[in-house]
């Protein structure tokens, strides 16, 4: 079983969905209700609102608002954040931490409640203390822990799930800038991760030769991670980079017809970087793909910008990836094959997937997201803050339809679908070809080309990686974190 049997116990998934097309008409909703209408990008901006006030929020925002502060709250929190922000495990923070960070600042987004950021805020401090000079290098950096076995293990070369948490700290670090107003501690903070991504982490990996990584879901998040780094320093490459990346995924996207409407599908492995195509990218790895692109929407980036180009997204995920009437998910996100013929359903309710109601005309998303919050979690005592955190910003795009989008106050460099070249344009030894970054008030560094996996390495292969996305492994019994003490077949 590769998905967390505690979920399901009581009740088989999405019978809720067969039910759907009958409690829910298509047409019931009117275009002017639609969510997903001219995403207004001005509204999701990371600046915080400090009169914020709960009561100034629709009824129905505001119950999914308690309910979010209340799982928050909820010692029985699932997946804990907590104890992955202090494991100081790459893995972990990679895919959890980064999960459930983005969703409380999409929150943050809809909201302004700067409490929530103070969450956020709270939880970076704990991974902070877990930053050492483990290599003795000269560089702060955390490790991967999760496989004893992998030859990664105890270090800080795994660079899949080094992208993957600092695309994170980017956007932590901007959103804590753009409050320093608010608190001197934001813009404390801010300064601390800043400099650690750029005179750290990036240098680190520079001088290593560079880092990237040729499957969609590091390399989409890496350009979120490029693009806030321009946020907070300014410099021109980052942008640069981050626009490049936009146009090699936009390159990926291929349309399918799907039961409502066009989706998109792509590759698991990027293209150009020296490694063949592995087919439509699994499902467990696609919900941290388009987790990157959701949260590039809500700023007004590149192609994501075009609410007409999110709601094929959105209807991958309504049309193609959820399997109605069980409590799967399809594998892949052209359906499922191979390997990859069904994933569980909580890689939809422990991720950014439910934030796809902000761009679905037809409000199936919103009314899945309703009935699986009343199945799978308790309106009096929630303990996952997902379904809560996103139907705040579908809810938020949807009182605002109708008006126009906003384009982003960051200046762009509008991209192109030919990959244009850049700094990790394909994984190499040789040095990167691209000048170094020129300092602002950090001394920058951009990344080189990939170095190859170290020999033997049981992670980072040529194959497709088992790595899933919440607490799991491959071939490893996992206890269940959220308290049943089962064990998790993942085998």
């Given amino acids: 079983m590769k998905y967390y049997s505690f979920l399901f116990r009581r009740h088989t998934l999405l ?25 207004p990008t001005s509204r999701f901006t990371l600046v915080g609102n400090p009169n914020f006030n709960p009561n100034s929020l629709s009824p129905e925002m505001r119950q999914w608002y308690d309910r979010l502060w209340k799982a928050i709250n909820s010692p029985s929190l699932y997946p804990d954040p907590d104890s992955i922000a202090s494991s100081g495990d790459v893995y972990r923070m ?8 983005t969703a409380l600042l999409a929150a943050f987004r809809s909201t302004g409640d700067l409490k ?17 000079d483990y290599n003795g290098d000269g560089y702060l950096n955390w490790r991967y822990l999760f496989d004893s076995a992998s030859v990664y293990y105890n270090n800080d070369k795994h660079q899949m799930d080094e992208m993957l948490t600092h695309s994170m700290v980017a956007e932590v670090a901007y959103a804590l800038r753009a409050n320093a107003q608010y608190k001197s501690s934001y813009g404390q903070h801010a300064d601390f991760w800043t400099n650690y991504l750029v005179n750290h982490f990036l240098a680190k990996w520079q001088k290593r030769g560079g880092i990237d ?11 979120r991670m490029y693009y806030y780094l321009y946020k907070l320093t300014g410099n021109s490459a980052y942008l640069n980079e981050a626009n490049r990346r936009a146009g090699v995924l936009n390159g990926m996207m291929v349309d399918q017809k799907t039961s409502r ?26 919900v941290l793909t388009v987790m990157a692109f959701q949260d590039m929407a809500l700023e007004g980036f590149s192609y994501y910008a075009n609410d007409a180009y ?9 049309d193609v990836i959820l399997v109605y009437g069980t409590d799967k998910l399809a594998g892949r996100v052209c359906g ?29 998303i919103a009314s899945i997201n309703s009935q699986a919050f009343s199945r799978y979690d308790n309106a009096t005592n929630p303990t996952k803050i997902f379904i809560s955190a996103y139907s705040l910003q579908a809810l938020a795009a949807k009182t605002v339809a ?4 906003t384009p982003t106050k960051t200046p762009t460099v509008a991209p192109t679908k030919t990959p244009t070249p850049g700094p990790t344009k394909t994984p190499t030894v040789a040095p990167t070809k691209t000048p170094t970054v020129a300092p602002t008030k950090v001394n920058t560094a951009t990344p080189a080309p990939t170095n190859p996996p170290p020999t033997g390495g049981s992670r980072v292969t040529s194959n497709l990686q088992v790595l899933y996305t919440f607490e799991e492994g491959s071939g490893t019994t996992v206890r269940d974190m959220a308290g049943s003490n089962d064990p998790l077949d993942l085998t």
């Fill in 310 to 318: 999110m709601k094929k997204y959105a209807a991958t995920f309504r």
């Fill in 213 to 223: 990584k040729s499957l969609a879901h590091p390399y989409a998040n890496f350009m």
């Fill in 94 to 101: 990679g895919r959890t931490l980064n999960a459930h960070i």
């Fill in 402 to 405: 109708g008006t126009n989008p």
């Fill in 15 to 39: 019978t809720l969905v067969v039910l759907l097309l009958v409690i829910t008409p298509l047409g019931n909703l009117t275009p002017g209700q639609a969510a997903g209408d001219n995403l």
């Fill in 261 to 286: 409407g066009v989706g998109f599908t792509w590759d698991h492995r990027v293209p150009n970087m020296g490694e063949s195509a592995l087919g439509c990218q699994p499902t467990v790895y696609a």
């Fill in 336 to 364: 499922g094959s191979g390997e990859y013929v069904t994933e569980g359903f909580e890689k939809y309710l422990l991720g950014a997937a439910p934030g796809l109601a902000a761009w679905d005309d037809t409000g199936v």
């Fill in 116 to 132: 929530l950021l103070d969450e956020v805020d709270r939880l970076m401090e704990l991974a902070k203390i877990q930053l050492k």
